[in-house]
């Protein structure tokens, strides 16, 4: 398996096109410190129109603002996966309070009204038959999740949050992985399926199967 960047912040396809309203970074500063906020992807096209993860809070103004570029409101998007809890994922999500909302394995009704569906290890929460769906990638944290989009003109995407934080990341996930032989698995049978991943903190990323 090798990668290559995509090159480009959207992938087109039929119904679904993806584009990364804001690519994720992760800088160390000198005092030791790390300066990091997440990438946020926007899945519209279809009949549902997602986000998934919001970024951190500390740039409120952004998330709307990348929004109405796209020429939308926070009141179109119908569902938003946070693939983790960490604040540089879930910073925003009050701005959708309408939405469906999947926060790792929770899943939720904009009327506030928890649901008994979870993505659990082996049993996908399908959100469009053959198209979206939240499958379990534990590892980062316990109860992390990917969003994988079929059907895109490069086929499989799967947007990743923190179970991959850049290409090439091997000198890194493990420092940050609660879990790091499940995240090992998660990231093998990510890459055994995905043609491209979206990682929580750098751009996106083309697999190829030779």
């Known amino acids: 398996v090798r990668t290559s960047p995509l090159g480009a912040q959207e992938v087109g396809g039929a119904p679904y096109t993806l ?9 160390p500063q000198p005092d030791g410190t790390l300066w990091a906020d997440g990438s946020v992807t926007l899945v519209r096209g279809g009949p549902l129109t997602l986000l998934v993860d919001t970024g951190g809070p500390w740039d409120r103004w952004r998330l709307p603002q990348l929004l109405g570029e796209q020429g939308l409101s926070p009141g179109d998007v119908t569902h938003v ?3 983790h809890g960490h604040s540089d994922h879930v910073g ?18 904009g009327d506030g009204r928890y649901l008994p569906q979870r993505p659990e290890e082996g049993r996908p929460l399908v959100l469009h038959p053959g198209h979206l769906e939240v ?19 490069l086929g499989t995407v799967v947007v990743a949050g923190d179970l991959f934080e850049k290409e090439e990341d091997e000198e890194e996930w ?3 992985s609660e879990e790091p ?11 055994a399926m995905a043609d491209v991943i979206v990682p929580g903190h750098g751009p996106p990323f083309r697999v190829f199967r030779d």
């Open 81 to 83: 996966v946070c693939t």
């Open 135 to 153: 499958t379990a990638t534990p590892g980062h944290t316990l109860n992390h999740v990917s969003l994988v989009v079929r059907g895109t003109s």
């Open 174 to 176: 493990r420092r940050w």
């Open 92 to 109: 925003n999500l009050n701005l959708f309070p309408r939405a469906t909302l999947a926060v790792g394995w929770d899943l939720s009704r």
């Open 181 to 191: 032989r499940k995240q090992e698995r998660s990231r093998r049978r990510v890459m």
């Open 19 to 27: 584009r990364v309203l804001q690519e994720g970074f992760s800088r």
